[in-house]
């Protein structure tokens, strides 16, 4: 899909980070957006800024935890645009978990399973046959990241599982569009090269209330990008990061190719990823990987 002027696309999760970066990039070139999101604060903020920059943009309530309110998102974006031609299943949140796997709560594991992964597996379900019916080409993008699709960073690990499953799947689900010789692409979008500076760490301000816990914040003590860098400091380590302008321009170019991977690695990520491929074939005791070193 060279050519975005015009098109319809729905992303989740679209009012801060990637997706806001999206939806602005995308609206750039023409395209019409639909913006699906919880946070009504970043709703807000979204809906004024798109409409400054003149962009014919839609914004609604959209819990991709529920296929109902998905399929809401859809006929809006249909009733107001007469279809949808790319869909980003981009929402994403961080835990914030800390300490032993078995002393997780619960709600935890509920949540980042119920957002990152049955998001995407409700995505699916939802926007699949609707990309299908159409005559002409579209595009449907899933946000993985490479911590659980090419390595396992230890310090998030009910997050590192969501996105090793949300990988799989959307590699299979490339499997199969491919074999049934639909016009639907199917990409793979892994933010990055560097740590992305994103509200992911201040997931807790769109936690649902019943998955709510004595704790604020993220027991990790990292809730903001900056705590990242401070406490890579203490280690010795100078943090990288992206800006989600970036991922977004990568992305597009890589839609524009009809591309699966929407990657871009740096020599340590590179590296990273073949000590795992070696320790696998080697049958070695693996090692933790950690962010920026």
């Not at 816990?213 to 027991?219: D, R, T």
């Not at 400091?233 to 170019?253: K, S």
Request: proline share 3%.
């Amino acid at each position: 899909m060279q050519d975005f002027s015009g098109k319809v696309a729905l992303i989740t999760g679209g009012a801060s980070g990637i997706g806001r970066s999206l939806a602005f990039a995308l609206g750039a070139k023409g395209a019409r957006i639909v913006v699906g999101d919880v946070d009504s604060n970043a709703m807000q903020q979204i809906e004024a800024d798109l409409a400054s920059e003149n962009i014919d943009a839609r914004v609604v309530r959209c819990d991709v935890t529920s296929e109902e309110s998905l399929t809401a998102a859809a006929d809006a974006a249909t009733e107001a645009f007469g279809g949808i031609d790319l869909v980003f299943a981009n929402a994403g949140i961080g835990a914030g978990e800390s300490g032993a796997l078995w002393d997780y709560s619960d709600k935890d594991w509920r949540w980042c399973l119920d957002v990152n992964l049955w998001g995407v597996i409700n995505s699916i379900k939802v926007f699949m046959p609707r990309l299908i019916a159409r005559a002409d080409k579209t595009h449907f993008v899933v946000t993985g990241s490479s911590n659980g699709a090419f390595v396992i960073l230890p310090d998030a690990p009910i997050y590192t599982a969501s996105k090793a499953a949300v990988h799989a799947i959307t590699e299979n689900l490339h499997y199969q569009v491919t074999a049934g010789g639909l016009q639907v692409v199917v990409s793979a979008l892994f933010p990055g090269p560097h740590v992305v500076d994103t509200g992911l760490f201040n997931s807790g301000r769109v936690r649902p209330e019943e998955l709510k816990k004595e704790v604020e914040g993220n027991e990790s003590g990292i809730n903001s990008v900056d705590d990242m860098k401070r406490m890579a400091a203490e280690w010795g380590i100078e943090l990288e990061t992206t800006h989600p302008d970036e991922v977004a321009a990568m992305a597009i170019a890589g839609l524009e190719k009809d591309a699966f991977w929407l990657l871009e690695t740096t020599p340590d990520t590179d590296d990273k990823i073949r000590r795992r491929a070696a320790m696998i074939l080697e049958r070695s005791t693996p090692v933790p990987e950690m962010v920026g070193a």
